[in-house]
């Protein structure tokens, strides 16, 4: 059985139950995707015809990049857009998709925290 295809019982719902998780670890590539047909099947559920709504077969290539929106506080991304650009042009892509990571790569209920490091004055 691949990553890619979890059994039909794991995209019920009954992969997420806190008996049948094994806390303590990051979401797999399995759970994404048997979670994403749960989520898709209750939207066509809800009569939903959006192929992004779609249940997916398979789960998308790593480097896919996709558009989304989002509603964020406006002044927050005033000031991400200025401290990205202070550091050498980044995008607040790179910074959401930074923020993401480190989200996706905890394990669940864990608080993700960033270690600042200042730089010496004068440099």
Same mark, same amino acid.
């Given at each position: 059985? =691949? $990553?890619?295809?979890?059994?039909?019982?794991?995209?019920?719902?009954? /992969?997420?139950?806190?008996?049948? *998780?094994?806390?303590?670890?990051?979401? =797999?590539? @399995? &759970?994404? /995707?048997?979670?994403?047909?749960?989520?898709?099947?209750?939207?066509? #559920?809800?009569?939903?015809?959006? %192929? %992004? /709504?779609?249940? +997916?077969? &398979?789960?998308? $290539?790593?480097? /896919?990049?996709?558009?989304?929106?989002?509603?964020?506080?406006? *002044?927050?991304?005033?000031?991400?857009?200025?401290?990205? $650009?202070?550091?050498? #042009?980044?995008? !607040?892509?790179?910074? !959401?998709?930074?923020?993401?990571?480190?989200? !996706?790569? %905890?394990?669940?209920? $864990?608080? !993700?925290?960033?270690?600042? @490091?200042?730089? +010496?004055?004068?440099?």
């Amino acid at each position: 059985m =691949s $990553a890619t295809a979890p059994p039909p019982e794991d995209d019920t719902g009954a /992969l997420f139950s806190p008996e049948r *998780r094994a806390s303590g670890r990051p979401i =797999s590539d @399995h &759970e994404a /995707l048997a979670h994403a047909r749960r989520v898709g099947r209750i939207q066509q #559920g809800h009569g939903r015809k959006l %192929s %992004s /709504l779609a249940p +997916p077969d &398979e789960l998308p $290539a790593p480097d /896919l990049r996709v558009m989304t929106a989002m509603r964020l506080p406006a *002044r927050l991304l005033m000031r991400v857009r200025a401290k990205a $650009a202070l550091e050498g #042009g980044r995008t !607040v892509t790179d910074v !959401v998709e930074e923020a993401m990571r480190g989200y !996706v790569d %905890s394990a669940p209920d $864990a608080q !993700v925290r960033y270690v600042t @490091h200042r730089r +010496p004055p004068g440099t």
